[in-house]
């Protein structure tokens, strides 16, 4: 019984050291509240899931600057800095289509 | 028991310690030595409660999560004022909670009815007993019954809050629909903090709509405890371009409601006395009922909490997320309340697992309809900054002046957005 514990225990410690979304780097979890995770969800908004990388930084970074037209975005993409916005964008790139 | 307890305890002493030892050889001890992933109940099957439930489940399968609703349907309040205005079905509004139960998250159809912050525990209305290494609150709002003379259960049932959505948005609908051309509807606006910010003036500006279509004699008075409000300059334009027949009045104006008469529908203010055919009181709102059986509100009636973790701060290991919790500069809003689930999901499986919390950020977005083809937002994004949430760069409304277009697209935006969202925490 004790024995079981103590290997759940290391189990469980090893398990958290892995990457997973509990790894999500500050901001990617808000945005599914409009682009959606799963697919056949009826939005204009486009999934970010397995999307390039660089694509979804251009985007923040022309939202950004006003280069590329938007309803909310323009106003999201200023409350990200650089390093967030390439850190979100890699953990899109890395989800599953 | 007696002896179960002491065998345990003589467990305890001479194996843990030599095993825990040699475990802390290999790595560094979680907060839970025991093994397990850890408990957590959340009490609260709405955009919050529901959102953070299914969330622990995909971070890490092995938490025991319990969510406690005492309703098998959710009523969705963005939206609903649609359904006031007979845009839409109350049906389209509903959720169940399959998906969240396929998910992995267990269900506790009850209400809470004692929280014990020292043991650890919840107790429901049914009997049960459910202990938590974690608890998180997202009990949404009550109504403040003594909050304004007049308006009290009773009253409810002739003037309608309609402020958490089902048969108060069915009756004030009704109100709406038998009312004669020519009617006078009078919608009290409360102070500050309450759910929603838009929503009264959301709600303003589509029975407005439904009078010039349907009863263009009729008239909306919109009474408010406050001078300035979210949005104001572009409901504000609205209305002078789309309803003449709606009149704003301030706080400074006289416009705050000191007292309602039910009998008569009579709506009182400081200055004058309103007859209405149709009265929508917005009353003063507080965090739910479970924050005061967890001691978690403060005086303000809403609940602190840590701007890092949502943690409370007068409670250990209780959480509070969503229109209950007071989250310096992010708003009471459903998309508020989903982004804060996600966030406080991974502190909690953070925190239980013996890990720190990383510093959060999150976004809202708040879509208002101001006609069926009209729609403005409010968007930002949230840092936490000397332990209060407080906007990061950017953020703001709608441009004031952009043509129908940008209009029509973000009332499209705000449909694409409730599916998804409803999708994400129901479907």
Same mark, same amino acid.
Request: charged letters at 15%; glycine letters at 8%.
């Given at each position: 019984m004790i024995r079981l514990h103590v290997f759940a225990a290391i189990a469980a410690l090893t398990a958290s050291g892995m990457a997973t979304a509990a790894d999500a780097p500050p901001g990617?979890?808000?945005?599914?509240?409009?682009? %959606? $995770?799963?697919?056949?969800?009826?939005? %204009? $908004?486009?999934?970010?899931?397995g999307r390039d990388a660089a694509q979804i930084t251009t985007a923040m970074t022309e939202f950004r600057t006003g280069k590329r037209p938007a309803t909310v975005m323009d106003r999201i993409a200023k409350g990200f800095t650089d390093d967030e916005t390439k850190a979100i964008a890699a953990f899109f790139a890395a989800q599953k289509e | 028991m007696t002896q179960t307890r002491r065998m345990a305890r003589r467990l305890t002493r001479r194996d843990v310690m030599k095993s825990a030892a040699a475990a802390a050889a290999l790595l560094p001890m979680p907060a839970l030595a025991q093994g397990a992933a850890g408990r957590v109940v959340v009490i609260g099957g709405g955009f919050a409660g529901a959102s953070c439930a299914r969330a622990l489940k995909a971070l890490d399968a092995r938490i025991n999560v319990t969510l406690v609703e005492a309703s098998r349907t959710f009523t969705a309040c963005p939206f609903s004022n649609l359904v006031i205005t007979g845009m839409r079905e109350l049906d389209a509004q509903q959720f169940g909670y399959d998906k969240v139960a396929a998910a992995g998250v267990t269900m506790a159809f009850s209400?809470?009815?004692?929280?014990?912050?020292?043991?650890?525990?919840?107790?429901?209305?049914?009997?049960?007993?459910?202990?938590?290494?974690?608890?998180?609150?997202?009990?949404?709002i009550d109504i403040r019954w003594d909050g304004l003379p007049g308006y009290d259960e009773a009253a409810a049932n002739v003037m309608p809050h309609a402020w958490k959505a089902g048969e108060q948005t069915l009756l004030l609908r009704r109100q709406l629909e038998s009312m004669e051309d020519g009617g006078l509807v009078v919608i009290s606006a409360p102070a500050n903090p309450f759910r929603c910010p838009p929503g009264p003036y959301e709600r303003a500006s589509l029975i407005a709509y439904y009078l010039k279509t349907k009863k263009p004699k009729s008239k909306l008075i919109l009474l408010d405890a406050k001078d300035a409000f979210s949005k104001q300059r572009l409901f504000q334009n609205a209305w002078k371009e789309l309803y003449p027949n709606l009149e704003w009045v301030s706080l400074s104006s006289g416009g705050k409601v000191t007292s309602v008469e039910p009998a008569s529908k009579t709506v009182v203010?400081?200055?004058?006395?309103?007859?209405?055919?149709?009265?929508?009181?917005?009353?003063?709102?507080?965090?739910?009922?479970?924050?005061?059986?967890?001691?978690?509100?403060?005086?303000?009636?809403w609940c602190p909490v840590d701007a890092m973790t949502f943690e409370s701060k007068q409670q250990p290991n209780i959480h509070v997320i969503g229109d209950a919790a007071i989250m310096g500069a992010m708003p009471k809003s459903a998309?508020?309340?989903?982004?804060?689930?996600?966030?406080?999901?991974?502190?909690?499986?953070?925190?239980?697992?013996?890990?720190?919390?990383?510093?959060?950020?999150?976004?809202?977005?708040?879509?208002?309809?101001?006609?069926?083809?009209?729609?403005?937002?409010?968007?930002?994004?949230?840092?936490?900054?000397?332990?209060?949430?407080?906007?990061?760069?950017?953020?703001?409304?709608?441009?004031i002046d952009a043509p129908a277009s940008t209009r029509a697209a973000e009332a499209r935006y705000a449909d694409g957005w409730f599916n998804t969202i409803t999708t994400e925490v129901f479907g």
């Open positions: 990617a979890s808000s945005c599914s509240g409009c682009h %959606p $995770v799963t697919a056949g969800v009826a939005t %204009p $908004v486009p999934r970010l899931n | 209400a809470a009815s004692a929280v014990d912050p020292q043991a650890k525990s919840v107790t429901l209305a049914d009997g049960n007993r459910l202990a938590y290494d974690r608890l998180v609150l997202a009990p949404g203010t400081d200055f004058s006395r309103h007859q209405a055919a149709v009265a929508n009181i917005i009353p003063p709102q507080k965090a739910a009922r479970v924050a005061d059986l967890s001691q978690v509100a403060d005086r303000s009636g998309f508020s309340a989903n982004a804060q689930a996600k966030v406080c999901a991974a502190a909690v499986a953070k925190l239980l697992a013996g890990e720190k919390p990383v510093e959060p950020r999150l976004i809202n977005t708040c879509y208002s309809v101001v006609a069926p083809d009209y729609g403005i937002t409010v968007a930002g994004a949230y840092r936490p900054k000397d332990g209060v949430l407080v906007d990061a760069e950017g953020g703001g409304v709608s441009p």
